[in-house]
């Protein structure tokens, strides 16, 4: 179903103290860790996205019961490697490049072939990336050099160690190699470039035999088999990519406040809250405490006055991956020429996000220049909208939607945004929240 909505007013001052919902890469990851550990483990603030709604179901078809109700998620594991094979399974991953790549790995053991398919944006994604190291390990993937979904996957018995060099800066490559290193004979080792670290924590936090030297811009990772996980508990922290929306919009609002409580502030995911502070902004963190490995934090913004541009170094393009198209939309505010490169990632995602988010700039009559792999922004201090702009055919991309929204709620206009219910895959309380901060949206 197609629902659009409307924008015609820029939301008014607020100071407000909120929650957003729970992060993502933990709740995808937290399930598909419990589905090989022994027994119930149960999560709290479990996102309640499709993204994780898939990931259950998929796991549900593998074999694994689940009970889900308002106060937490149960997943009953069966231990590494029990779940149970049939003949002419199918997977669907939905939208999920997470889901997709990871649970690649936990089948590489098995003995029929599995199918797996997802959404019409899931399916133009690359999946050469896991291929790649999964074939490596022993398992086979089938039609032979298709990259894309539908792909099947068939395992095998006798899966051994690698060593792998990971040159995208991808998490979601590096976990999928970590995840077939547990059911790998010998020792796997990953040079990988700077990605989140949540799956590292999660091994060690489970004892799972691993150790991580951090270099410069390279993560070295070892990890080994292992028998049995005990089940675990997991409170799931709020995600920070998703407070990203609401920091920029109280950034771009007049005299406004904003408190969000209990994110989840691994310094592997902040690259855009120090991307915005260098740009002006003066977001603090509070409260800050550690919870199994992670960091966590109620983050505190304030409408910034004069925001300027900047030349984004590198070295935060993986820790700020999934914010850069809400980063562009203070650019096109601030004093000056923002320049962002070695971007062709973002073409990647859910959908080619560079290009698209340059053509939103565009729209709103912001001068972009753009190539494969960067963008300069010409910023507008006084930035103001008055036409018409409408948002669709953008593969229903979550983040499009979210990026959209603000910038009608910060920039005023006439915005009709078409597929709403995008929000779902990882967002599911966005509109409800903005209507809490006094957001106006039909
Ligand atoms: C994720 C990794 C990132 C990110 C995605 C979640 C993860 O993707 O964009 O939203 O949970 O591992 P890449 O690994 O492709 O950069």
Same mark, same amino acid.
């Given at each position: 179903?197609?629902?659009?909505?409307?924008?015609?007013?820029?939301?008014?001052? $607020?100071?407000?103290?909120?929650?957003?919902?729970?992060?993502?890469?933990?709740? *995808?990851?937290?399930?598909?860790?419990?589905?090989?550990? /022994?027994?119930?483990?149960?999560?709290?603030?479990?996102?309640?996205?499709?993204?994780?709604? !898939?990931?259950?179901?998929?796991?549900?078809?593998?074999?694994?019961?689940? +009970?889900?109700?308002?106060?937490?998620?149960?997943?009953?594991?069966?231990?590494?490697?029990? !779940? +149970?094979?049939?003949?002419?399974?199918?997977?669907? =991953?939905?939208?999920?490049?997470?889901?997709?790549?990871?649970?690649? =790995?936990?089948?590489?053991?098995?003995? $029929?072939?599995?199918?797996?398919?997802?959404?019409?944006?899931?399916?133009?994604?690359?999946?050469?990336?896991?291929?790649?190291?999964?074939?490596?390990?022993?398992?086979?993937?089938?039609?032979?050099?298709?990259?894309?979904?539908?792909?099947?996957?068939?395992?095998?018995?006798?899966?051994?160690?690698?060593?792998?060099?990971?040159?995208?800066?991808?998490?979601?490559?590096?976990?999928?190699?970590?995840?077939?290193?547990? +059911?790998?004979?010998? %020792?796997?080792?990953?040079?990988?470039? @700077?990605?989140?670290?949540?799956?590292?924590?999660? !091994?060690?936090?489970?004892?799972?035999?691993?150790?991580?030297?951090?270099?410069?811009?390279?993560?070295?990772?070892?990890?080994?088999?292992?028998?049995?996980?005990?089940?675990?508990?997991?409170?799931?922290?709020?995600?920070?990519?998703?407070?990203?929306?609401?920091?920029?919009? %109280?950034?771009?609002?007049?005299?406004?406040?904003?408190?969000?409580?209990?994110?989840?502030?691994?310094?592997?995911?902040?690259?855009?809250?120090?991307?915005?502070?260098?740009?002006?902004?003066?977001?603090?963190?509070?409260?800050?405490?550690?919870?199994?490995?992670?960091?966590?934090?109620?983050?505190?913004?304030?409408? =910034?006055?004069?925001? @300027?541009?900047?030349?984004?170094?590198?070295?935060?393009?993986?820790? =700020?991956?999934?914010?850069?198209? *809400?980063? $562009?939309?203070?650019?096109? @505010?601030?004093?000056?020429?923002?320049?962002?490169?070695?971007?062709?990632?973002?073409?990647?995602? /859910?959908?080619?996000?560079?290009?698209?988010?340059?053509?939103?700039?565009?729209?709103?009559?912001?001068?972009?220049?753009?190539?494969?792999?960067?963008?300069?922004?010409?910023?507008?201090?006084?930035?103001?909208?008055?036409?018409?702009?409408?948002?669709?055919?953008?593969?229903?991309?979550?983040?499009?939607?979210?990026?959209? %929204?603000?910038?009608?709620?910060? $920039?005023?206009?006439?915005?009709?945004?078409?597929?709403?219910?995008?929000?779902?895959?990882?967002?599911?309380? !966005?509109?409800?929240?903005?209507?809490?901060?006094?957001?106006?949206?039909?």
């Amino acid at each position: 179903m197609n629902k659009v909505i409307s924008i015609n007013s820029s939301i008014k001052n $607020f100071n407000k103290t909120i929650t957003v919902d729970g992060d993502k890469s933990l709740s *995808i990851r937290w399930a598909l860790l419990a589905s090989q550990a /022994e027994g119930r483990s149960k999560a709290y603030n479990l996102l309640m996205s499709e993204d994780i709604l !898939f990931t259950l179901k998929c796991l549900k078809k593998l074999g694994i019961k689940i +009970n889900l109700n308002k106060k937490y998620c149960e997943i009953i594991g069966k231990g590494i490697n029990n !779940f +149970n094979y049939k003949k002419n399974l199918t997977l669907n =991953a939905g939208n999920s490049g997470t889901l997709s790549r990871l649970i690649l =790995a936990l089948l590489i053991r098995s003995p $029929f072939k599995i199918k797996l398919i997802g959404d019409r944006s899931l399916s133009k994604r690359d999946f050469s990336r896991v291929i790649r190291p999964l074939k490596k390990f022993g398992a086979s993937f089938y039609p032979k050099n298709k990259s894309t979904l539908p792909i099947y996957i068939k395992g095998s018995e006798s899966i051994k160690a690698i060593k792998y060099y990971e040159t995208k800066g991808s998490a979601q490559i590096k976990s999928c190699i970590m995840l077939a290193a547990l +059911n790998a004979t010998g %020792t796997t080792k990953i040079i990988a470039l @700077k990605s989140r670290n949540h799956t590292e924590i999660l !091994f060690k936090y489970l004892k799972i035999p691993i150790k991580v030297k951090n270099k410069k811009n390279l993560t070295l990772i070892e990890v080994k088999k292992k028998n049995q996980i005990d089940n675990f508990n997991y409170n799931i922290p709020s995600d920070i990519s998703s407070s990203a929306f609401f920091l920029v919009l %109280t950034l771009l609002s007049k005299n406004s406040k904003l408190t969000i409580k209990n994110v989840n502030i691994n310094p592997s995911r902040t690259g855009c809250i120090s991307i915005l502070n260098k740009m002006g902004a003066k977001i603090t963190f509070k409260n800050t405490k550690y919870y199994k490995g992670e960091k966590i934090a109620d983050i505190s913004v304030k409408s =910034a006055k004069n925001l @300027k541009a900047i030349k984004c170094p590198t070295k935060y393009n993986s820790s =700020a991956i999934d914010e850069f198209l *809400i980063i $562009f939309l203070v650019a096109a @505010k601030s004093k000056g020429i923002s320049f962002f490169k070695n971007l062709s990632e973002l073409n990647q995602k /859910e959908s080619p996000r560079l290009k698209l988010g340059s053509k939103i700039l565009n729209m709103m009559g912001i001068k972009t220049e753009l190539t494969n792999h960067s963008i300069k922004i010409f910023g507008n201090p006084n930035l103001k909208l008055n036409k018409v702009y409408k948002i669709k055919n953008y593969l229903k991309d979550h983040r499009i939607f979210m990026m959209s %929204t603000i910038a009608g709620l910060a $920039f005023g206009g006439n915005w009709k945004i078409n597929d709403a219910d995008s929000i779902n895959t990882s967002f599911p309380n !966005f509109l409800k929240i903005i209507k809490n901060l006094g957001g106006k949206i039909r």
